[in-house]
């Protein structure tokens, strides 16, 4: 059946202006990370992608690496690109990154030279059978190649016309710093950083959020969830079905279900229920409470997850007394699996 987008698609959703940029982004943003693979079935794909954009979630977030395997993702939302959504290209923020391994050989191995930068975008572009994206990232630093390489193949990707605006992942405030100015050199704008943050990894308040807000650069969070850790999951043991159990999630490593961190994950599901909320709900509420963030990431493995998701915004206010009652639980749980980039550091 053809798709037709639902006509109330935008009546619900808020958009937030991405730093001083002419661009809104929704307030969340589905990451095909995770479950848009090939060890996940078509059909639940399409399901999800038609699920976020009939709830006004426009921007749909990839990398070259995505899957499993790698360039997975990006095929199959190509293919469903191709079925469903082309008629609303005008309507989308599709993005995609490249920073980590890719392909074999020297020049496939990720970093931020201008060869493996600039033909990554080359074959992403290919697979998602696209003319451009909206927004290219850096994925990571590298210590390795000077920033001013990683630069100028960020900005001929503008010039080229491949990319409407540049962004990066994972950088510490001083490169981010760095890297505005250096783009600047090009005439081209950093519109947004993608940092992981949420309540367990909260790196980004000391320093990052305010390097952005006062260059006015736009703020996307990635695993607001904790990687499914700060939802109903593992409240009661780990379900056969999660994350850590699944081909590609590996990334949620069992270490990060301490006994220690699932009791405080507990004591955040107390203060979500008196808000009347899921615990996902709140942790992504408790994200966007920032005015530096303009949106956040969500994964999701069912449209279901997807529209539970969405009923976070139903509540985004905070009391000071809730905040307070937050921080005694919302501390450093050593789940930043992103912390070498993020501070200038080999991978």
């Known amino acids: 059946m053809t798709y037709q987008a639902a006509a109330d698609r935008y009546s619900a959703m808020t958009y937030r202006r991405c730093g001083n940029s002419g661009l809104q982004l929704p307030l ?30 426009t921007h749909f977030d990839l990398a070259n690496n995505y899957g499993p395997p790698y360039g997975a993702a990006e095929v199959n939302f190509g293919r469903l690109f191709r079925e469903d959504f082309k008629p609303y290209r005008d309507e989308l923020i599709i993005s995609t990154k490249a920073g980590w391994d890719m392909w074999p050989g020297p020049y496939g191995q990720g970093g931020g030279s201008r060869k493996y930068v600039l033909a990554s975008l080359d074959q992403s572009l290919q697979r998602m059978g696209l003319d451009y994206v909206d927004i290219f990232y850096s994925h990571r630093f590298d210590v390795d190649t000077p920033l001013e390489e990683t630069a100028s193949a960020l900005a001929t990707a503008v010039q080229q016309g491949k990319a409407l605006y540049v962004g990066i992942s994972s950088y510490s405030p001083g490169k981010t710093r760095e890297m505005i100015a250096l783009l600047a050199q090009w005439k081209v704008p950093l519109l947004i950083h993608q940092p992981s943050y949420n ?34 999951k593992y409240l009661n043991g780990i379900p056969a079905g999660a994350r850590v159990n699944q081909p590609g999630g590996g990334s949620l490593q069992a ?13 955040l599901n107390e203060i979500a ?75």
């Open 199 to 232: 309540m367990l990894n909260r790196w980004i308040e000391h320093e990052l959020l305010d390097t952005l807000s006062e260059a006015g650069v736009g703020c996307i969070a990635f695993t607001a969830l904790a990687q499914g850790l700060l939802s109903d």
């Open 255 to 267: 270490g990060h279900l301490s006994e220690e961190n699932l009791a405080h994950v507990r004591a």
């Open 273 to 347: 229920r008196r808000r009347g909320q899921s615990l996902a709900q709140m942790a992504l509420a408790w994200v966007l409470r920032h005015p530096a963030v303009t949106t956040t990431l969500i994964g999701a493995s069912t449209p279901e997850q997807i529209r539970e998701n969405v009923g976070a915004l139903a509540n985004l206010s905070f009391s000071a007394a809730e905040l307070a009652e937050i921080d005694r639980y919302a501390v450093d749980g050593g789940i930043n699996l992103w912390e070498k980039p993020s501070t200038d550091q080999h991978i």
């Open 28 to 57: 969340l943003s589905l990451g095909l990370w995770h479950n848009f693979g090939d060890a996940v079935p078509l059909d639940r794909q399409r399901a999800m992608l038609r699920t976020a954009f009939d709830l006004g979630i």
